[in-house]
T-cell receptor, first 115, second 111 residues
């Protein structure tokens, strides 16, 4: 079990630019989640995939955000026309199929700074 | 999902037990209690979870009251490496199984 990996770990971008983050879940996990965490707050749910299907999106996920998981393995989160308010830690988590109590395993996160 | 209430911060002496409380008075019968911790600048780390029975693993013990309206996470012998923010989460066992985090308890273990 190599754990959830995220790339890049840090990203600095100028306002108005597009950015894309990647998440590689634990290999046998079919559920994948994206969360966002701002300073001093707990993580907030953004979106959820079961295999390649995106089954829930939070109201936090504005039209500038899009997430994909094309083959049910890795996932990408893209933010278009970044704003300073998008500065946050973006966390990915995965969990195994079946079992209503399956815990989520989190990656190290991607810290985005929009200047 | 049920909301949780935790004290914002706690201190604990190294080597002593750390008891972290959580109130979840609106929990439903099919909702589990999960505990995670987050060490500075890392992703949250799973600690333990339970439904109504007390649970123990190599990291911690979870005590859930009989009415399930509150729980306590116990770190039996706290070390400096246990300094972190601890989150208590109540999650419904259907649908997306997403987590709703609160602001957690910042535990500081003192030498």
């Amino acid at each position: 079990d190599t754990g959830v990996s995220q790339d890049p770990r840090h990203k600095i971008t100028k306002r108005g630019q597009n950015v894309t983050f990647r998440c590689d879940p634990i290999s046998e996990h079919n559920r994948l989640y994206w969360y966002r965490q701002t300073l001093g707050q707990g993580p907030e749910f953004l979106t959820y995939f079961q295999n390649e299907a995106q089954l829930e999106k939070s109201r936090l996920l504005s039209d500038r955000f899009s997430a994909e998981r094309p083959k049910g393995s890795f996932s990408t989160l893209e933010i278009q026309r970044t704003e300073q308010g998008d500065s946050a830690m973006y966390l990915c988590a995965s969990s195994r199929p079946g079992g209503a109590t399956g815990e989520q395993y989190f990656g190290p996160g991607t810290r985005l700074t929009v200047t | 999902d049920a909301k949780t209430t935790q004290p914002p911060s706690m201190d604990c002496a190294e080597g002593r037990a750390a008891n972290l409380p959580c109130n979840h008075s609106t929990i439903s019968g099919n909702e589990y209690v999960y505990w995670y911790r987050q060490i500075h600048s890392q992703g949250p780390q799973y600690i333990i979870h339970g439904l109504k029975n007390n649970e123990t693993n190599e990291m911690a013990s979870l005590i859930i009251t009989e009415d399930r309206k509150s729980s306590t996470l116990i770190l039996p012998h706290a070390t400096l490496r246990d300094t972190a923010v601890y989150y208590c989460i109540v999650r419904i066992t259907s649908g997306t199984y997403k987590y709703i985090f609160g602001t957690g308890t910042r535990l500081k273990v003192l030498a």
